[in-house]
C-alpha cells in the first residue's frame, strides 16, 4: 500500500507565504509523478502544481510565479513552497502520486488565505 501525508497548511494573511510538504510511503517505483492538486468550496479539484522524479516541472497558470514545487527521490517527498498568497488560493491541498496508471492521494491539508 502506498500512503501520501502532507503538512504544512494553515492560516496566512494574503501577501504571506507557507510551505506544505507530503511525505510518500510504501512500495513506490522510482519512475512516478508527484504533485499538489487543490480543491476550493464548490469547485472542482484542480492541478496545481507536479514535478517528475527526473525533475520536469508543470505549473498551473494560477501558480506560476508564485508557488515553487520540489522533491527529494531519496526520501520520497514533494514540498510546495507558496509566496504571495492570495485569498483564492484558499482550498484543500492534496498531495498526489503517480506510479503507471495507479493515482494515489493524500487526505488534504487546509490552506486559509484571509484577505
Known amino acids: 500500500q502506498v500512503q501520501l501525508v502532507e503538512s504544512g497548511g494553515g492560516l496566512v494573511q494574503a501577501g504571506g507565504s507557507l510551505r506544505l510538504s507530503c511525505v510518500a510511503s510504501?512500495?513506490?517505483?522510482?519512475?512516478?509523478?508527484m504533485g499538489w492538486f487543490r480543491q476550493a468550496p464548490g469547485k472542482q479539484r484542480e492541478l496545481v502544481a507536479h514535478?517528475?522524479?527526473?525533475?520536469?516541472?508543470n505549473y498551473a497558470d494560477s501558480a506560476k510565479g508564485r508557488f515553487t514545487i520540489s522533491r527529494d527521490n531519496a526520501k520520497n517527498t514533494v514540498d510546495l513552497q507558496m509566496n504571495s498568497l492570495k485569498p483564492e488560493d484558499t482550498a484543500v491541498y492534496y498531495c498526489n502520486l503517480k506510479l503507471g496508471r495507479m493515482d494515489y492521494w493524500g487526505k488534504g491539508t487546509l490552506v486559509t488565505v484571509s484577505s
Open positions: 510504501g512500495r513506490i517505483f522510482s519512475i512516478n509523478l
Open positions: 514535478i517528475t522524479s527526473d525533475g520536469i516541472i
